[in-house]
């Protein structure tokens, strides 16, 4: 008892000694531990293990593999945001939509990267990065019965939907996977809750496309941008029937995944505009040819032009590809041989006549010698640029260039970018730029400038063209 009572003194003391005297006692301060997304925890977890984690649907645009490579909007995106942030990229595919964001409630994946509407119910744990393009909800409908036969598109147009209050009593048929993606609510008021609308289990929205066009099914809901890709392959479909509003297509991410978000809608906001990110919005969505590989069916190759064994034997031991050869004839002269520019440049490669003296062709030349002359200006300008610019992939860029405005408003753009901290052996966003900036007086003026003044504007497009047509050239025809 004597115990227990000195016991009860001695705490009263102590409890006394901390009120009569503040500051002499300090209880342990209850840390506040933070969930693994605030402040950036995920990014950060991202750059340590050096990986990015994204999943998609298995929507072949999005993801598929050609000759062994992985491709795909959706993998060229989330590879070129990787790349940015300097880390890998493994991508994991998953049919369910609904199943994809369970993976990234539960941590398992860091990022979305597929059609995923911002109307979802899930909101309100997940957050949508600022979007990569805007699309909208199409009916995917096959024309009518012997339409190339028609006397003209009024009779065509006028046996579609293009109302959907036309669509009562009718069944359209969706995947059961993508059910709750689809805006549905135009169709139903349209038709007083009429319109049939059936989920199917198992099936992806592609080959829902494809039954329409087999006449498998009537009708199907996608997105404008995969139906008019499909529509390109699959010529009796229709899909020029809106079904809803404008709609973002965006990644999505962890609510609270906030320096992870903040980065991904900063790297799109210096993209956006960028040739990059039209590239590839064109390659898979405008592109029949990417349509056709990304459905896994096999290109008749047909060739390129009437020229192509000629661009081959002219190009000899050249490291220069046919196919490129071939897109900038293209875009010289859309492969005539007898067009003369308002400049004087003549023929396929649209050589100047000094130009073409120099390198044994004249207005006369048969196609052979045009093209010959022509390969003979690459080879040369590719040799003088071998130096500057050692990487031979980056030096095409310069070539083309050149090709286009003459080798010396290069090396002026090139003596700028060194002056100015940028990269003289790279083109885009560097010598490209200060090509651009020879129209302007404090750059045209500067004394590494020998050349004066110029507008590069031109030169800028015809890179960026060559490029492009030379990437279709590439699906279209083998090395």
Same mark, same amino acid.
């Given at each position: 008892?004597?115990?227990?009572?000195?016991?009860?003194?001695?705490?009263? @003391?102590?409890?006394?000694?901390?009120?009569?005297?503040?500051?002499?006692?300090?209880?342990? =301060?209850?840390?506040?531990? #933070?969930?693994?997304?605030?402040?950036?925890?995920?990014?950060?977890?991202?750059?340590?293990?050096?990986?990015?984690?994204?999943?998609?649907?298995?929507?072949?645009?999005?993801?598929?593999?050609?000759?062994?490579?992985?491709?795909?909007?959706? *993998?060229?995106?989330?590879?070129?945001?990787?790349?940015?942030?300097?880390?890998?990229?493994?991508?994991?595919?998953?049919?369910?939509?609904?199943?994809? /964001? &369970?993976?990234?409630?539960?941590?398992?994946? %860091?990022? @979305?990267? /597929?059609?995923?509407?911002?109307?979802?119910?899930?909101?309100?744990?997940?957050?949508?990065?600022?979007?990569?393009?805007?699309?909208?909800?199409?009916?995917?409908?096959?024309?009518?019965?012997?339409?190339?036969?028609?006397?003209?598109?009024?009779?065509?147009?006028?046996?579609?939907?293009?109302?959907?209050?036309?669509?009562?009593?009718?069944?359209?048929?969706?995947? #059961?996977?993508?059910? +709750?993606?689809?805006?549905?609510?135009?169709?139903?008021?349209?038709?007083?809750?009429?319109?049939?609308?059936?989920?199917?289990?198992?099936?992806?929205?592609?080959?829902?496309?494809?039954?329409?066009?087999?006449?498998?099914?009537?009708?199907?809901?996608?997105?404008?941008?995969?139906?008019?890709? #499909?529509?390109?392959?699959?010529?009796?479909?229709?899909?020029?029937?809106?079904?809803?509003?404008?709609?973002?297509?965006?990644?999505?991410?962890?609510?609270?995944?906030?320096?992870?978000?903040?980065?991904?809608?900063?790297?799109?906001?210096? $993209? $956006?505009?960028?040739?990059?990110?039209?590239?590839?919005?064109?390659?898979?969505?405008?592109?029949?040819?990417?349509?056709?590989?990304?459905?896994?069916? +096999?290109?008749?190759?047909?060739?390129?032009? !009437?020229?192509?064994?000629?661009?081959?034997?002219?190009?000899?031991?050249?490291?220069?590809?046919?196919? &490129?050869?071939?897109?900038?004839?293209?875009?010289?002269? =859309?492969?005539?041989?007898?067009?003369?520019?308002?400049?004087?440049?003549?023929?396929?490669?649209?050589? /100047?006549?000094?130009?073409?003296?120099?390198?044994?062709? !004249?207005?006369?030349?048969?196609?052979?010698?045009?093209?010959?002359?022509?390969?003979?200006?690459?080879?040369?300008?590719?040799?003088?640029?071998?130096?500057?610019?050692?990487?031979?992939?980056?030096?095409?860029?310069?070539?083309?260039?050149? *090709?286009?405005?003459?080798?010396?408003?290069?090396?002026?753009?090139? $003596?700028?970018?060194? $002056?100015?901290? +940028?990269?003289?052996?790279?083109? *885009?966003?560097?010598?490209?730029?200060?090509?651009?900036?020879?129209?302007?007086?404090?750059?045209?003026?500067?004394?590494?400038?020998?050349?004066?003044?110029? +507008?590069?504007?031109?030169?800028?497009?015809?890179?960026?063209?060559? &490029? %492009?047509?030379?990437?279709?050239?590439?699906?279209?025809?083998?090395?």
């Amino acid at each position: 008892m004597r115990n227990l009572i000195f016991t009860r003194f001695s705490a009263f @003391i102590v409890l006394l000694f901390i009120i009569l005297v503040p500051g002499s006692f300090t209880l342990p =301060r209850q840390h506040n531990f #933070l969930g693994h997304d605030d402040k950036g925890g995920l990014l950060n977890d991202i750059l340590r293990r050096g990986k990015l984690v994204a999943i998609t649907d298995n929507n072949p645009l999005n993801y598929f593999t050609y000759k062994g490579e992985p491709k795909g909007y959706q *993998y060229d995106m989330l590879q070129s945001f990787a790349t940015h942030l300097g880390v890998e990229l493994e991508l994991i595919s998953e049919p369910d939509p609904h199943k994809a /964001m &369970l993976y990234l409630k539960q941590r398992q994946v %860091d990022i @979305i990267a /597929m059609e995923l509407p911002a109307t979802i119910p899930q909101r309100n744990y997940i957050s949508f990065a600022d979007p990569l393009f805007v699309s909208k909800q199409v009916l995917v409908q096959r024309k009518p019965e012997g339409w190339r036969r028609m006397p003209d598109s009024k009779t065509v147009e006028s046996k579609l939907v293009r109302n959907l209050s036309n669509l009562s009593g009718k069944t359209i048929e969706i995947p #059961l996977q993508n059910q +709750k993606q689809y805006y549905l609510a135009d169709i139903q008021h349209s038709t007083l809750n009429t319109a049939n609308l059936t989920a199917i289990s198992d099936v992806s929205q592609v080959e829902m496309i494809e039954a329409v066009a087999a006449g498998e099914i009537e009708y199907t809901l996608a997105y404008e941008h995969i139906a008019k890709a #499909l529509s390109s392959v699959y010529n009796d479909i229709d899909v020029n029937t809106p079904t809803s509003p404008d709609m973002e297509i965006s990644w999505a991410v962890r609510k609270g995944a906030v320096n992870l978000l903040n980065e991904i809608n900063q790297w799109i906001g210096s $993209k $956006k505009d960028s040739r990059e990110f039209a590239s590839l919005y064109d390659r898979y969505y405008s592109n029949p040819r990417w349509a056709s590989l990304a459905l896994g069916h +096999k290109l008749n190759y047909s060739g390129i032009s !009437d020229y192509d064994e000629l661009i081959k034997n002219s190009l000899n031991s050249s490291h220069w590809d046919w196919r &490129l050869v071939s897109a900038l004839i293209y875009k010289e002269s =859309r492969f005539r041989a007898d067009v003369v520019s308002h400049r004087g440049a003549f023929g396929l490669m649209q050589l /100047m006549p000094h130009t073409a003296r120099r390198f044994g062709a !004249d207005i006369n030349s048969s196609p052979a010698e045009q093209i010959a002359a022509g390969v003979k200006l690459i080879q040369h300008l590719d040799k003088m640029f071998q130096k500057s610019v050692p990487d031979p992939a980056e030096r095409v860029k310069f070539v083309l260039a050149a *090709y286009n405005i003459g080798q010396a408003h290069i090396i002026d753009a090139q $003596k700028l970018a060194a $002056k100015h901290g +940028k990269n003289p052996h790279v083109w *885009y966003d560097n010598v490209e730029y200060f090509l651009l900036a020879k129209s302007k007086p404090e750059f045209y003026n500067d004394p590494v400038v020998k050349h004066g003044k110029v +507008k590069g504007v031109e030169t800028q497009r015809f890179v960026r063209d060559v &490029l %492009d047509k030379y990437e279709h050239y590439k699906t279209l025809a083998a090395k």
